[in-house]
């Protein structure tokens, strides 16, 4: 008896079907498989197949193996009446689907606010050709792991095409199910029909299927006050038909809405008026304030042709052709790159062109080529299929790769198709809004033209994010779809700290926030000008104002911008965009560059590699995690693989420590135990002594509430601390930052936030330990007041906030701000404590 398995089509937690808190399914009248308590939104085909259904309200979804298995995937419970509220399908009905193909997208924040649970079944409609089921134990990842193993048989032929004269036929009945014959009712339908051995069909229309296949009745579509029939013949016709007809007229369980003789048209509730519907919600993925007219952009399609240019080595030859011309724009691009906004962001187009030798893309076509074909539709269909799968993951950093082979794709296509993608002629002021951006468009705009960017897709990770943040151009990312209904040149303003666009913004309402970005460019130059002059409160307290880094070109601008030091260098620029590990000797010598344009007795923190599930190395094994931010990361991937990244990285710093002229510091990420640091001190010290080299200062990063709330102990033993503010207070808040709809609540101005920063200055000081903060708090220049009054000692801000944030400071008063610190932390929440912030030096 052959066997066969299906992949989990979500990942999550495996559920016995009998748990679940709907009877038809509970049951199993719906078929027999699993539920997955699903941690991503976006359903893979368990198997090879068709698609075969599609429901209309696009929560369901059938796949028929090709084996004959007719797997029904059924997002939610009740989910039927958000009525596509909340889905996307990615497939429609009839296509061909392979293993870990993406089938189906949905909101969970939608689908847990308007259904009754998120629970995802998968279960084999009919049974007669699946026995002896296996359900897969604890986490699964979506088509990864096999969720449901079976044995295969053959199914008993049916006869149902097979009509003696004496069919019983059944009278006209209107379906009363408020939602129609979807998945439950259709089960109940198809179990009570399988209780008769008689044949069974239900009619609508012209159309016939068999009563007793779960997904057969699915697919005639039958909705709310929709005429069905049924016909019969075999022993028991008779009392099947008038069985079945009963049990459709009682509604098969489900909610019953009065019908008429006809198509009863649907209710359709009046909808909640939007309290805010000219403030459409993202996510910030580059800070800044922009006004600006709307520029809809459309991602280029370009057309392939079936016909090969010549002999198959003449279209290989040209297909390589295109790879090598694509090769050195992406190296001419990374050099540009380099020049305009740094280093570690032109490497992005190194990684890109790591994506040109990538066997899984070019294979397909070599093989396809030299039979006969046309390079570029299998180009073309090879590379989307590999951007639609890397996307559709819940992994933010793997999906945002997807829009970076989507970029190589199009320019090797438009190599071989010798197209040049028109560009828009850019007006000045111009709000780039489209639902994706490549990050070779982005790494080109003029930052004098271009206000903003605004799309609906992609994360505060991408590559377009990432450089946008580097061009100053403000962008919000996740945005409310919405946003690509607007007209061409409609007026916006974009709010890239908060995450918002505004739309229908009146007049006099541009015009005021146009005059404060006026006045904000004035200030912005007298504040650079002075840049250099100490952090010096009018009461004569001084701060350190130092800044975070992630490259060499960092440094360089930092210094040159005013800041004192580096409060952090994250070093994970070193370990990033590349196949193998750094080596102890190549960290070193960066470490002494970087040392080096920090200066002589400036203050240089090297944070060690922090990364885990949500910043993963290819070189890193690292398994997939329900909640990588809860999981394996900072301190304690260091601690797991000590021989692979931590004790090389430690002895290279340690290197660099022995000839530098700044002060190197260690800190050590995400610590949440004191055992934890003791663990990473030891290994520190053992590799100091064995290179004889200097004592450098060690500290931690605060980022868990659990460190805050110790601080006192840990001053006994670390030598300075420095707050994340970013990761602390999306702990503290229970609120992931990066969540579209969540992220503009995630407030580290909260009254819960800074009692926590309090009690980490308090429990320092007690023992005579510094402390800095080194979150995107310590970069926003009216925070500072806040800060200082909390007893801060450093803070270690952006770049392009050091001028800023050491100007706020000069402004303020130290008795004032720690008075005002203490009516913060009594606050009741963060927008009470904004309104006591004092403005910025106008």
């Given amino acids: 008896m052959p066997s066969s398995q299906l992949r989990a089509p979500v990942s999550g937690v495996m559920t016995p079907l009998e748990e679940v808190p709907d009877e038809v399914f509970a049951s199993k009248m719906v078929g027999d ?38 797997i029904i995937i059924h997002v939610g419970l009740d989910t039927i009446e958000l009525k596509g509220d909340g889905f996307t399908p990615l497939v429609k009905e009839g296509d061909r689907v392979e293993t870990g193909q993406p089938l189906l997208r949905f909101d969970q924040e939608r689908i847990i606010a308007g259904a009754s649970s998120l629970l995802t079944q998968m279960v084999i409609a ?80 012209d159309r016939e299927v068999n009563a007793k296949s779960v997904t057969a009745v699915m697919t005639l579509d039958v909705g709310h006050g929709d005429r069905v029939r049924l016909s019969a013949w075999g022993p028991d016709a008779e009392a099947a038909v008038a069985t079945l007809t009963a049990a459709i007229r009682d509604g098969l369980g489900e909610t019953v809405v009065a019908t008429g003789t006809g198509t009863a048209p649907e209710a359709v509730p009046t909808p909640e008026p939007d309290p805010e519907p000219d403030l459409l919600r993202g996510v910030g993925a580059s800070p800044g304030l922009a006004v600006g007219i709307a520029v809809p ?31 050195r724009q992406l190296a001419e691009l990374e050099t540009a790159t380099a020049a305009k906004v740094g280093i570690y962001q032109a490497d992005i187009f190194g990684a890109q062109r790591q994506i040109l030798d990538d066997p899984e893309l070019t294979e397909p076509v070599e093989a396809a080529v030299r039979s006969g074909a046309a390079a570029g539709p299998v180009w073309k269909d090879t590379y989307q299929q590999h951007a639609d799968a890397l996307s559709a993951m819940a992994n933010p950093l793997l999906a945002a790769r997807g829009s970076d082979i989507r970029d190589v794709g199009l320019r090797v296509l438009a190599e071989l198709t010798g197209t040049i993608p028109a560009r828009a002629e850019l007006p000045a002021g111009a709000v780039l809004v489209s639902r994706d951006l490549t990050a070779s468009d982005t790494a080109v705009l003029d930052a004098e033209r271009v206000a903003a960017i605004v ?27 919405r946003v690509l209904d607007l007209a061409e040149g409609s007026e916006l303003v974009v709010d890239g700290d908060d995450g918002t666009v505004r739309i229908d913004v009146p007049a006099e309402e541009l015009a005021e926030v146009r005059s404060r970005l006026e006045r904000d460019a004035e200030r912005r130059r007298r504040n650079l000008a002075a840049a250099h002059q100490p952090a010096v409160t009018r009461d004569g307290h001084r701060v350190e104002v130092v800044c975070n880094i992630g490259s060499l070109d960092d440094v360089r601008r930092g210094m040159a911008e005013g800041a004192e030091g580096v409060g952090l260098l994250r070093s994970e620029f070193v370990f990033m965009n590349r196949v193998t590990a750094p080596t102890e000797q190549e960290q070193a010598e960066l470490y002494r560059s970087v040392a080096d344009l920090v200066g002589e007795g400036n203050r240089l923190i090297i944070r060690t590699l922090d990364v885990g ?57 995400m610590i949440s135990t004191l055992a934890e640091f003791r663990g990473a001190k030891a290994i520190l010290e053992e590799e100091r002594v064995r290179l004889d080299a200097p004592v450098v200062p060690v500290g931690i990063m605060v980022e868990v509430p659990a460190v805050a709330m110790m601080a006192e102990q840990f001053a006994r033993e670390v030598d300075f601390f420095s707050i994340g503010t970013n990761d602390l207070t999306q702990y503290t808040m229970a609120m992931d930052r990066g969540h579209p709809k969540l992220a503009p609540r995630v407030d580290a101005l909260n009254p819960g936030v800074l009692a926590l920063i309090r009690s980490t200055v308090q429990g320092a000081h007690a023992h005579g330990t510094w402390v800095g903060v080194c979150g995107a708090l310590a970069s926003d220049p009216r925070a500072a007041a806040i800060l200082l009054g909390l007893g801060v000692d450093e803070l270690s801000a952006v770049i392009s906030a050091v001028a800023d944030v050491k100007a706020a400071v000069r402004d303020l008063d130290l008795s004032r701000a720690t008075e005002l610190a203490e009516r913060a932390v009594r606050s009741e929440d963060a927008s009470a404590v904004r309104d006591l912030l004092p403005p910025i030096n106008a």
């Avoid at 009363?176 to 259709?186: E, K, M, N, V």
């Fill in 126 to 205: 009919n049974m007669d050709i699946a026995h002896n089921l296996t359900p897969a134990v604890g986490l699964v990842r979506a088509g990864q792991d096999v969720a449901l193993s079976f044995d295969l048989t053959r199914p008993s032929s049916d006869d149902s095409q097979v009509r003696p004269d004496d069919v019983v036929e059944g009278e006209p009945v209107v379906v009363p199910c408020a939602t129609g014959l979807h998945a439950r009712p259709a089960a109940v339908l198809a179990d009570k029909a399988r209780s008769f051995s008689s044949q069974v069909r239900l009619h609508r229309g």
């Fill in 297 to 327: 952009l459309t991602a280029p399609d370009i057309p392939v042709t079936d016909v090969p240019s010549g002999p198959p080595e003449q279209e290989w030859d040209a297909f390589q052709a295109a790879l090598e011309r694509a090769r």
């Fill in 33 to 70: 498989g699993v539920s997955i308590d699903p941690t991503d939104e976006v359903v893979l085909a368990p198997c090879g197949g068709t698609v075969t259904l599609v429901h209309p309200a696009h929560h369901a979804l059938t796949v028929t193996s090709t084996e004959g298995a007719e």
């Fill in 613 to 669: 599930g949500d910043k993963p190395l290819p070189y890193l094994p690292m398994a997939a995690e329900d909640n990588p931010f809860l999981g394996q990361r900072g301190i304690r991937v260091g601690l797991e693989h000590q021989e692979k990244v931590l004790r090389p990285q430690l002895r290279a710093i340690l290197q660099a420590a022995r000839t530098s002229r700044a002060a190197i510091h260690v800190m050590f990420p």
């Fill in 455 to 481: 799309l609906t897709e992609g994360g505060a990770t991408s590559h377009s994010s990432i450089l946008a943040q580097s061009l100053g151009i403000p962008a919000v990312v996740g945005c409310d779809p």
